[in-house]
């Protein structure tokens, strides 16, 4: 499918309000262009900035290095074999070399560049091929901050490092920098295509969280979560984690922030007055989302949320306005957590940030805002230093505790909502709640 075909296609279906999903065909052909552009347009400029002229990343068959997984083409479930990727960056000349010291091309970007009949040896020609570019740098992926970054095996290293000519050694550094900005960083055209995405997960929560699914008194938790389960399925999608879908009501204390993911009660009866809650995602065109929104089930005669829930979303609102409005490029992850969470608190909120990075990976590589186990920052080994940069998306994940005298008792208000850092600061990808969803929908001809 053509760019501008494309293009077209994605415009009917912002017109349309319709899930408009390409079949694997057109994804494919969407895809290996997304890489195009990233490996010609985006990538140069990376490993400049990380001062990395020559980027090597060595993956086995099913062991696969995090960042090899975003290079391959769309034919390519896997690597093969031992794939080796060579990136060769000469500023001076404005090039960029993408070759593969392996038996095939990767793709149209990557060209093979072994001969097995001329040099069976793999890392023999690995080493011709540094040797005759002689870089000032050569970057592999280990890291002890990044998990992402840290894919080259112990057996491919020592391989590596015992072929590598001597005067070389002292050269070989962690590309992790450079690993973490290839996995953060998002193209114009990839954010187009996020907001598809986004809308798609919105529409399947608005959904779930309707009469269509839900029936007071029958329908279960677990009901609604493997209904989107299979909705994502019968989409021709794919989710990277299952769905969990909780209930806050006016007899039970509230329990610990777990509760929500792996301590509820599974096949808890959805009855009306509850405060309903998901987490949910979905994988599409190898991007990933994350959200968490809120429904209400309305009692008889009700036609509308109580006033202390309404209120109680929107101070949870307020927390994502105090985090996004201190995401400032150059701060870093601990810096950003600090000053909203003092911010906050002074405003007589009760909050608890734990913001993640999103993008090629559900919990992706970037900076890392707060854990929910992590109120006084994260540590070390997950990148306590490294700053925001433009152009990368977070999940803006989020609560605040509020007190409801009529329940007599406090509750969280948990959202997540994807949202983009650019050069003109912060935006939603598409959009957050700030309403809670009604169950049943309000029907003003005929009351509720």
Same mark, same amino acid.
């Given at each position: ?8 296609? *994605? ?9 408009? #999903?390409?079949?694997? @065909? ?25 001062? #990395?002229?020559?980027? #090597? ?12 997984? /975003? ?32 038996? $095939? ?25 540094? /040797? ?19 894919? *080259? ?43 598809? *995405?986004?809308?798609? /997960? ?18 279960? =938790? ?16 794919? =989710? ?23 301590? @509820? ?126 152009? =990368?998306?977070?999940?803006?994940? *989020?609560? /605040? ?9 406090? #509750? ?14 912060? @935006? $939603? ?20």
């Amino acid at each position: 499918m053509k760019k501008a075909v494309f293009l077209l296609v *994605l415009l009917s279906y912002i017109s349309s309000n319709a899930q408009y #999903i390409l079949d694997e @065909r057109e994804r494919a052909t969407v895809i290996d262009e997304i890489l195009d552009d990233r490996f010609n347009n985006l990538l140069p400029g990376l490993m400049d900035a990380a001062d #990395i002229d020559m980027w #090597i990343v060595i993956s086995r068959e099913y062991n696969e290095d995090p960042v090899i997984r /975003t290079m391959l083409p769309a034919t390519w479930l896997n690597a093969r074999r031992r794939t080796i990727l060579l990136f060769y960056r000469n500023k001076e000349k404005n090039s960029i070399e993408k070759l593969a010291v392996a038996r $095939y091309n990767v793709g149209k970007n990557i060209k093979s560049a072994w001969d097995k009949e001329k040099e069976p040896d793999q890392w023999k020609r690995l080493m011709e091929l540094i /040797t005759e570019r002689n870089p000032k740098k050569i970057g592999l992926n280990f890291s002890k901050d990044h998990n992402i970054a840290d894919g *080259l095996d112990k057996t491919d290293y020592d391989e590596f490092m015992r072929y590598l000519p001597k005067k070389y050694s002292a050269k070989v550094v962690s590309a992790e920098q450079l690993a973490v900005r290839w996995i953060e960083t998002r193209t114009a055209r990839e954010m187009v295509i996020y907001n598809q *995405l986004v809308d798609i /997960t919105h529409d399947i929560i608005a959904e779930a969280f309707s009469e269509k699914v839900i029936t007071p008194g029958i329908t279960t =938790t677990s009901d609604v979560e493997w209904w989107m389960r299979q909705k994502v399925t019968d989409l021709g999608l794919e =989710t990277w984690f299952h769905p969990t879908v909780d209930v806050q009501r006016s007899k039970e204390e509230l329990v610990g922030h777990l509760y929500s993911f792996s301590g @509820r009660p599974e096949d808890t009866v959805i009855l009306p007055g509850d405060l309903l809650h998901c987490d949910f995602g979905i994988t599409y065109l190898r991007l990933n989302t994350d959200c968490q929104e809120l429904a209400y089930v309305l009692k008889p005669e009700e036609k509308s949320a109580p006033d202390f829930l309404v209120n109680g979303l929107k101070d949870g609102n307020r927390v994502q306005d105090f985090l996004t409005t201190n995401m400032i490029k150059g701060r870093t992850g601990n810096e950003i957590l600090a000053k909203s969470l003092k911010e906050a608190k002074a405003a007589g909120l009760r909050p608890a940030i734990y913001t993640h990075p999103l993008g090629m990976y559900g919990h992706s590589a970037g900076t890392t805002i707060g854990m929910w186990d992590s109120q006084g920052g994260v540590m070390k080994d997950d990148g306590e230093n490294y700053p925001l940069n433009p152009n =990368t998306v977070y999940a803006i994940e *989020l609560n /605040t505790t509020i007190n409801i005298p009529e329940w007599k008792r406090d #509750i969280r208000i948990m959202l997540e909502e994807a949202g983009f850092y650019g050069e003109d600061g912060f @935006r $939603y990808v598409n959009g957050r709640q700030t309403e809670l969803l009604l169950i049943p929908r309000v029907k003003d001809h005929q009351g509720n």
